[in-house]
């Protein structure tokens, strides 16, 4: 459907995007740049609970 075409229209403009904004860390430090990812979804995760 015409909604189909919109989601995957969207998709493709969040890659563009990310593709512009992200610039790849070295390798070696993707395992801290995985962490800090890890670390805010948990401090978003407790925050979300404490708010409830």
């Given at each position: 459907g015409s909604s189909e075409a919109r989601g995957e229209r969207v998709i493709d403009a969040v890659r563009f995007t990310?593709?512009?904004t992200i610039s790849?860390?070295?390798r070696?430090?993707?395992s801290d740049f995985s962490f800090d990812l890890d670390s805010r979804?948990?401090?978003q995760q407790r925050i979300k609970?404490?708010?409830e």
């Amino acid at each position: 459907g015409s909604s189909e075409a919109r989601g995957e229209r969207v998709i493709d403009a969040v890659r563009f995007t990310l593709r512009q904004t992200i610039s790849f860390p070295p390798r070696d430090e993707w395992s801290d740049f995985s962490f800090d990812l890890d670390s805010r979804r948990n401090k978003q995760q407790r925050i979300k609970e404490e708010g409830e």
